[in-house]
Structure formats: structure tokens, C-alpha cells
């Protein structure tokens, strides 16, 4: 799920009608999470607390707000869904993976406030909210895994929402300039979930990742490795790029093998 501010009507202004594509996919996304009646809901954020070493897990009551997008009156808030954050949390230290839990948040961390404005009441009053790290491709796909072995003890219908915006660096257009190899990593990218590859994402030179500018594999080498085991069905609703900045939300549902 793209999390970029100029999403919300408050900060477009207008101009999200350039990104309606994305607008309608974040609608169906919607609509499914209320018909598949969710009741558990993992996000994965790229703007909360990233450091080198670790991964973070939030375990107290979000509350923020987009006042560092010129847009204060827009808040967001839930209450720690504290059971599945105690299961990963367990889950990660038996695999010993460095996860901290952690009281604190970052306030205007939009990659996790622009999907929750967006969605509002279709995603649960509780969550578990962790960060992706600097830590190697394969160190997220791990955290993935523990992910999933923590969630396959959960039986009421669960989401996980991986936020996370492709390739600043497409167009002329960015803010962030072009670069002429993004792309390139933007099709590997979305050839990469479509055929539903996280070797694939792993391979990716991790410099070109930073020189591109680009913060959506990580989260979804996290989901990748939270559905493994599971029959995946991946598809991408939309995908543009207006400003410069790839936009890509895809939805992707499961089924157990064989079945």
C-alpha cells in the first residue's frame, strides 16, 4: 500500500485526481477487508523507528497525526492488539531475530497514518504495528517467517497491510531527481510480487535499492515471508506514478496449500 500524504483531500488539494487509480484500489482494499469481516491487523511500517540493527514493534497506544505534512487536524489512532503483539514478539526471540518492543512512536509517521485515514473503520480498533530496519533482504524475510508462525496460531480473519512506496526517482517530475536505472528496479519490483519471487526481491543490488530511492521491498519481503506456506494470489490493483514516485497497491489473498 503507497502511503504518500497527497492522498488525503486535506493535503492534495485537488490534486488527487492524478492519483485516482490508487484512490480506487485503497476503496476495494477497503471493501475487502470488510467482507472478509478482519479482525486482526499486522501493518508493516517504513517511517516509524528505523534503525541499523533492529526491528521494532510498537506495544502501547498509537496516536499521531500529519501536523509535518501542514495537515495537524488529521490524527490517527489505535490501541495495541496486545495479544498478537506478545505472540510476535515471542515468536522473534525463539528465532532469535532482534526485535524491540517499544513504548513510543514516531508521531507523523505517515506510512502508517495516511493507510489507517484512508481505510478508517475497516481496520480493527487494536493492531500490531512493526518497522522494517537497515538489516539485510533475507533478515526481512526472516522476520516475516516468525511473523507468520505467530499469526498461524490466530484463527479470527487477519490482514497485514505493507506500506510502503516504490521508486522516488522514475521521472523528472520527483522531487528526489531521476535516476536512469529506476526503471528498471520499478519492473523488477512489480515483476517480483506478481510471479511472488522474494529471491527475486533479495537479489536486488541494495545500493542501486538506495540510489534509486525506494522503500517498498522491505516491507514486502516481510509479507512474503508472513504468507510463506500459504498459496498466494498476488495482484496489482494499480500502479502510477504522476509525481515521479511509483505508487503500487496490490492486494493479495490466500489459500492454504492444497487447498
Not at 506500506?163 to 526503471?183: C, F, I
Request: negative net charge; proline residues 6%; glycine residues 6%.
Amino acid at each position: 500500500m503507497p502511503h504518500p500524504p497527497i492522498l488525503l483531500p486535506e493535503i492534495a488539494e485537488g490534486r488527487q485526481r492524478d492519483v485516482r487509480a490508487t484512490l480506487d484500489a485503497y476503496d476495494l482494499i477497503a471493501r475487502r477487508l470488510v467482507e472478509h469481516e478482519v479482525r486482526r491487523v499486522l501493518m508493516i511500517s517504513t517511517h516509524g523507528i528505523v534503525t541499523l540493527r533492529r526491528f521494532h514493534i510498537l506495544d502501547a497506544r498509537l496516536s499521531g497525526n500529519l501536523s509535518r505534512f501542514r495537515a495537524p487536524q488529521i490524527t490517527f489512532e489505535r490501541d495495541p492488539d496486545s495479544e498478537l503483539v506478545g505472540s510476535i514478539r515471542r515468536v522473534a526471540e525463539e528465532h532469535d531475530l532482534p526485535l524491540a518492543a517499544t513504548q513510543s512512536w514516531e508521531e507523523s509517521d505517515h506510512s502508517i497514518g495516511v493507510p489507517l485515514s484512508l481505510l478508517g473503520d475497516a481496520v480493527p480498533s487494536e493492531i500490531a504495528i512493526v518497522s522494517i530496519s537497515f538489516r539485510s533482504p533475507e533478515d526481512h524475510l526472516r522476520l516475516g517467517q516468525a511473523i507468520g508462525e505467530a499469526l498461524s496460531a490466530i484463527k479470527e480473519p487477519t490482514a497485514i497491510l505493507a506500506s510502503g512506496d516504490a521508486v522516488h526517482t522514475l521521472t523528472e517530475a520527483s522531487a528526489y531527481k531521476h535516476h536512469p536505472r529506476a526503471q528498471e528496479v520499478q519492473i523488477e519490483f512489480e515483476t517480483a510480487l506478481t510471479s511472488w519471487e522474494p529471491d527475486r526481491l533479495c537479489a536486488i543490488d541494495e545500493s542501486l535499492r538506495r540510489e534509486v530511492d525506494e522503500s517498498v521491498i522491505s516491507p514486502t519481503l516481510v509479507l512474503m515471508g508472513a504468507l510463506q506456506g500459504l498459496r498466494a494470489h498476488p495482484r496489482i490493483l494499480a500502479t502510477e506514478h504522476p509525481w515521479g514516485v511509483g505508487y503500487v497497491t496490490s492486494l493479495v489473498e490466500v489459500s492454504e496449500e492444497g487447498g
